[in-house]
């Protein structure tokens, strides 16, 4: 005669089977939990973008009556810009050899060796009138090396847009100095037309 089964191990591997089922259906809930915070996560960040850039469009206007948007002068911004070195020709060749025409260099100074001033003016006088965050960039992107030397010429680091306002810059310099009789009246010339740093007593010519 066949031995029985006891009931109550038939009942034990029923058990088994729902304690597994029971264990699988936990990690489905919590692994569509876990999907559904990150679905409504990503669905928050862009609304908050989406709700960032409206804002950035917004039209505001400016003290000489036209209009424009955060959005709009960060694409100016980006445009003055470059992130890599980009080979131009030189620009300040013309600004040299007026300059120290104005100061009385020597034949070598205008040609070679620069003295301080020049880099003074050209700071003062040309990369001044960028905005700062174009000055930022430039500073991040072409940081000294070494006592008052970089690695690159700082306009190497400016866009097609931003190579125009550093040609237009030079050239208003230029202009101003070939009208002027001394570096003095270039300065103050400069100042008032175009709102430059003007402290002549730190200047040593």
Known sequence: MKPIKEPEE???????????????FEELAIRQTLLFDL?????????AERKRLEREK?????????????FEEKQKIEKLLSEFP?????????FFQVLGQLVGWS???KYYRKPPIAAKTIIEV?????SGDV????????????WCIRRHKNYRFLGEDGIFQLEQFIYDAVVLMKESS???EFRKKHAAKYGTAFQFHLFDV
């Open 126 to 130: 040309i990369y001044s009138r960028f």
């Open 135 to 146: 000055l930022l960039h430039i500073d991040n992107k072409n940081p000294y090396i070494g």
């Open 39 to 47: 679905t409504k996560q990503a669905d928050e960040l862009a609304e």
């Open 107 to 109: 034949d070598e100074m």
């Open 58 to 70: 917004l039209k505001f206007e400016l003290l000489n009556g036209s209009t424009t948007s955060i």
């Open 182 to 184: 001394s570096y003095y």
């Open 86 to 94: 980009i080979n131009y020709d030189p620009k300040f060749s013309e």
């Open 10 to 24: 038939e009942i034990g591997g029923l058990g088994d089977s729902a304690e597994q089922l029971f264990q699988e």
